[in-house]
């Protein structure tokens, strides 16, 4: 079992940065691929960022590239999101996500773990 738990949200102003991070619990953490996700009001949860397990490939949304890097720190058992360049289009709930599975996965129905969330607004 794997608990994850995001922090880092906020209020940024167009353009501005924001570093989401997930704590994970769990002895299997280091094991598990890893992926952010987004949902915003009215709208489908969308892929944004998934990690290999080790760290060593990446997968990214058309909508992120250049601008959101994803990273992890097995010794802490915690993802990152770093976020530059933020626009209003980026205002949304971010769940962080593990897998049981293999690669760097996309879609939602790929992870079996969820966090609860932290919201992120951009303002114009």
């Known amino acids: 079992q794997v608990q994850l738990v995001e922090s880092g949200g906020g209020l940024v102003q167009v353009g501005g940065s924001l570093r989401l991070s997930c704590a994970a619990s769990g002895r299997t953490y280091s094991s598990y691929p890893m992926g952010w996700f987004r949902q915003a009001p009215g709208k489908e949860r969308e892929f944004v960022a998934a990690i290999h397990r080790s760290g060593g490939s990446t997968n990214y949304a058309d909508s992120v590239k250049g601008r959101f890097t994803i990273s992890r720190d097995n010794a802490k058992n915690t993802v990152y999101l770093q976020m530059n360049g933020l626009k209003p289009e980026d205002t949304a709930v971010y769940y962080c996500?593990?897998?049981?599975?293999?690669?760097?996965?996309?879609?939602?129905?790929?992870?079996?773990?969820w966090g609860q969330g932290t919201q992120v607004t951009v303002s114009s």
């Open positions: 996500a593990a897998t049981r599975g293999f690669g760097v996965p996309t879609r939602q129905y790929d992870y079996d773990y």
